[in-house]
C-alpha cells in the first residue's frame, strides 16, 4: 500500500473493531505511576509464550467466520487485507466477494481497465487502495507469471505493499514467520508488555515491532497474527476493553498495573482541513457533462461533475470563471443548485453545485484526463467517489435534466 508514512500510523484507528455483545468489561484498580517508563521493553522467553499460547488457543475457539479465512487463495487474502483497511469487516464482506467474483484472479484484474477496477471499488472509498491493487496485479504478473511471491521481502516490492499488508500476505497465505503490526495490535502490545509512547512515534513503532517479530516466531505464524488482531477488535478493545474475558490476563502487564485506561495514550487528531470545490452541472440532451481527475491527489482518477477548488466565499460568478478554465471552454452560469457537505478523514468538504451551459460542449479539457457527457445510467458505472455521487443525486434530484 502507498502506505501513508508507515503501516501502524495509517492503520493506528483500525476498522476491524467490532464489539462481543453483553460481556462484562472489567479493568484492574488503577496504581499510582511512579518512575518515568521505559520505552523499550525486553521481554523474557516465558512472557512471550504466557502470551502466544493462549492467544492462538483461544483465536481457535473464538475467531469470527469471515469468508477470506476460509479461502487459502493469496490473491483473495491480500484483496481481503487492502480492503479492510480504513474499512470495517462488515462493509468490506460483499465488497470482497463481489470484486472476487468480477476478478477472481490477479490476472484478471491486471487484464482490466483501471475504470473497471475503480467502478468495482465505487463505495468503499480511499481510491489509491485500488489504483495500487491494479498496478501491482499487473506487476504480479509482469514478473512473477501471475503468482503472487511467497515471502514478505518480495511483496515490500509490490505497489502498495508496506510492511503491514507484506506480513498479513506473508503469513496468513504463506505461512512465513513475518510479523505485523496494526492498530488492534499495536493496542494490545502497548498494554501487554506496557509499551510506552504515542502512536506515530518512532521508537514506539521500533519496540511493537520487535515484540510483534518476537511473538510471530513458532508454530501457525498466520493464525498468531490474526490471533492478535481478533484480540484487538473484539476484547481488548480502544475502550472498554473485556479484561475479566481476556485470555491473556495474567500475561498483561497494564492489566496487572492498573494501566490499561492509559495504555496506549490517545492520538491527538489533526484538525480536518477545509476545502471548497464548484461543481458544474451541465445538462445536455438528457446527459451531463462529467471528467476524470488525474490520478494524484485526492480522488485521483475518479470521475465527477467537473470540478475546480475556490474560496468558500468566492461568488459564484468567479467560481463559473474558475470552472470555464479548467474545463478550457467557455461557460455560461445559469444558477445554482446548493451545497453538499461531506466529512472526509482529513477533511471537511464542500461541493457547491453550479447550473451552467456552453455555446461549445467540451470533449477535452486541460485540467482533466477525459470529459464524457453521460446519461444517469451511463454515469452509474463510472468510477466516482461517495461524495461527488451525492452531488450528483443532488443535482439530478434538483431536476436538472427535466426538460432538458
Ligand atoms: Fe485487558 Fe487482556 Fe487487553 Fe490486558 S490484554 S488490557 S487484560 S483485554
Redesign the pocket.
Known amino acids: 500500500m502507498a502506505e501513508a508514512a508507515s503501516d501502524l500510523a495509517a492503520r493506528t484507528a483500525h476498522p476491524r473493531n467490532s464489539t462481543v455483545a453483553n460481556a462484562p468489561a472489567a479493568r484492574a484498580p488503577r496504581a499510582k505511576r511512579s518512575a518515568a517508563p521505559a520505552i523499550t521493553v525486553s521481554p523474557t522467553p516465558k512472557h512471550l509464550t504466557a502470551v502466544r499460547g493462549p492467544l492462538l488457543g483461544w483465536y481457535d475457539r473464538n475467531k469470527r467466520d469471515l469468508p477470506w479465512r476460509r479461502t487459502r487463495d493469496p490473491y483473495a487474502i491480500w484483496l481481503s487485507e487492502v480492503m479492510l483497511q480504513q474499512t470495517q469487516v462488515s462493509t468490506v464482506i460483499p465488497y470482497w466477494e463481489r470484486f472476487l467474483a468480477r476478478f477472481p484472479t490477479a490476472l484478471a484484474l491486471a487484464s482490466a481497465p483501471l475504470d473497471d477496477v475503480l467502478a468495482g471499488w465505487k463505495g468503499l472509498g480511499y481510491y489509491s487502495r485500488a489504483r495500487n491493487l491494479h498496478r501491482a496485479a499487473q506487476e504480479v504478473v509482469a514478473r512473477f507469471g501471475g503468482r503472487l511471491p511467497s515471502t514478505a521481502e518480495e511483496l515490500l516490492t509490490l505497489p502498495g505493499f508496506g510492511r503491514y499488508t507484506a506480513g498479513a500476505v506473508a503469513s496468513i497465505a504463506f505461512g512465513e514467520e513475518a510479523p505485523l503490526v496494526d492498530g488492534n495490535v499495536a493496542r ?1 502490545l502497548s ?2 508488555f506496557e509499551v510506552e509512547g504515542l502512536p506515530g512515534d518512532k521508537e514506539r513503532e521500533a519496540t511493537l515491532w520487535a515484540l510483534a517479530t518476537a511473538l510471530v516466531k513458532g508454530e501457525r505464524p498466520g493464525d498468531f497474527n490474526q490471533a492478535l488482531m481478533e484480540h484487538g477488535a473484539t ?2 478493545r480502544p475502550e472498554s ?3 475479566l474475558l ?1 485470555p ?2 495474567g500475561a ?1 502487564v ?2 496487572r498495573k492498573g494501566r ?1 485506561d492509559e495504555l496506549p495514550p490517545a492520538k491527538v487528531r489533526a484538525t480536518p482541513k477545509k476545502l471548497t470545490l464548484a461543481l458544474a452541472v451541465w445538462p445536455h440532451a438528457g446527459t451531463l457533462l462529467f471528467a476524470r481527475r488525474a490520478d494524484s491527489g485526492l480522488f485521483g482518477g475518479l470521475w465527477e461533475l467537473p470540478a475546480a477548488e475556490v474560496d468558500a466565499d468566492l461568488p459564484e460568478a468567479e467560481a463559473a470563471a474558475r470552472l470555464a478554465s479548467a474545463l478550457g471552454s467557455e461557460v455560461k452560469l445559469e444558477g445554482t443548485l446548493g451545497t453538499v457537505k461531506r466529512q472526509l478523514t482529513h477533511r471537511d468538504l464542500t461541493l457547491r453545485l453550479l447550473r451552467v451551459s456552453g455555446a461549445q460542449r467540451p470533449t477535452r479539457a486541460p485540467a482533466f484526463q477525459e470529459l464524457r457527457w453521460c446519461t444517469p445510467a451511463e454515469a452509474a458505472a463510472l468510477g466516482m467517489s461517495t461524495a461527488m455521487q451525492r452531488a450528483l443525486d443532488a443535482a439530478l434530484g434538483s431536476g436538472v435534466l427535466n426538460g432538458d
Open positions: 494490545v498494554r501487554l476484547t481488548c476493553p473485556l479484561c481476556c491473556v490476563r498483561c497494564a492489566f490499561v
